[in-house]
Nanobody, 128 residues
Framework: EVQLVESGGGLVQAGGSLRLSCAASGFTFDEAAIGWFRQAPGKEREGVSCISNWDGSTYNADSVKGRFIISSDKAKHTVYLQMNSLKPEDTAVYYC?????????????????????WGNGKLVTVSS
């Protein structure tokens, strides 16, 4: 059974930082493509940052480039999203999602390939 347990998130002032964690189990972690997606009220879900555990490549949406960093700890089976210089427009529910096959991160973040498993989401609120 695939499990994705997200932690982190919360309330932060604009300009601040937060880190999200996604502890994963139930699939071959080292082969998977894993991403962070977000959905703000009234908006469509978007891929924020994605990583291929197969080759370590990453992809970041233009809206977060230079501010968000995705990383993967294979020993802990955990993926992190370090969010810096947060803006009010980053306010959203953030979801960790997994595609167990070794797709390139751009293909999962941009929706070319649909993710197979999703976490429950963590709310991130950035106040101005």
């Amino acid at each position: 059974e695939v499990q994705l347990v997200e932690s982190g998130g919360g309330l932060v002032q604009a300009g601040g930082s937060l880190r999200l964690s996604c502890a994963a189990s139930g699939f071959t972690f080292d082969e998977a493509a894993i991403g962070w997606f977000r959905q703000a009220p009234g908006k469509e879900r978007e891929g924020v940052s994605c990583i291929s555990n197969w080759d370590g490549s990453t992809y970041n949406a233009d809206s977060v480039k230079g501010r968000f960093i995705i990383s993967s700890d294979k020993a802990k089976h955990t993926v992190y999203l370090q969010m810096n210089s947060l803006k009010p427009e980053d306010t959203a529910v953030y979801y960790c999602a997994v595609e167990p096959r070794p797709f390139m991160p751009r293909t999962i973040c941009t929706g070319i390939v649909s993710m197979e498993y999703w976490g429950n989401g963590k709310l991130v609120t950035v106040s101005s």
